[in-house]
């Protein structure tokens, strides 16, 4: 799909997301956010899509909700989804956020909403709500403290000031650190390694690295068996054990 606010594209596998409201610093209103649930909606429904990236047209990623939008009464909400239309429910498969030049505020939580985040040394993230008398209610206060530890988290948020992504790597926020103006190279790259391999296998790895948080030991051992149990059973691992056998590449079916 093409709009004035989202672009997408296909690349062998890899569904590559942009955020297309360079005017507006890729503010989300209600049109991004409804694109951004529909491209989240087509890649996981589409057999011949494995991962996704999202990034933002021009000179950042994302400012966040465009507060003009807001005040007008249009809220960038969509189902279930949330805010921006990702970051109460993401993607089922792999999703990486290709981050330059700013990443802050709701922008930043989009970013979190993603399974890895790449981005170029000089971009600015941060979650400054505070600083106008807001709080970061889409999501920052659940997933900070999921990658940075407890202090940090608490110094994000309650200051509101801003970091660069080569901080923001060494405390273990942004996971692949690049030269500026290299993140969506990078981050596709990874995707076309990702998706490479097995669809079913993708999607099941995803399932429990992000579920298992919630889970005791005892709980683990069964949700997991529960989740990739058909993985194991399906047409695609015995074209995977044939492939390395014959030693060829695989060709996956997805089921």
Known sequence: MTDSALLTERRDGVLLITINRPDARNAIDLEAAEGIAAALDTLDADDDLSVGVITGAGKGFSSGMDLKAFVSGKRPWVGDRGFAGIVQRSADKPLIAALEGFAVAGGLEIALACDVIVAGRGTKLGVPEVKRSIVAAGGA???????????????????????????????????????????????????????????????????????????????????????????????????????????????WKGR
């Open 141 to 251: 206060l659940l997933r900070l403290p999921q990658r940075v530890s407890y202090g940090i988290a608490m110094e994000l948020a309650l200051t509101g000031d801003l970091i660069t992504a080569e901080r923001g790597h060494a405390i273990g926020l942004v996971d692949r650190l690049v030269d500026d103006g290299g993140a969506v190279d990078d981050a596709l790259a990874l995707a076309a390694r990702i998706a490479a391999n097995g669809p079913l296998a993708l999607m099941a790895t995803k399932a429990v690295l992000s579920r298992q948080r919630d889970w005791s030991e005892a709980e683990f051992w069964h949700k997991q068996g529960e989740i990739v149990g058909p993985v194991f059973t399906s047409e695609d691992a015995r074209e995977g054990a044939t492939a390395f056998a014959e030693k060829r590449d695989p060709v």
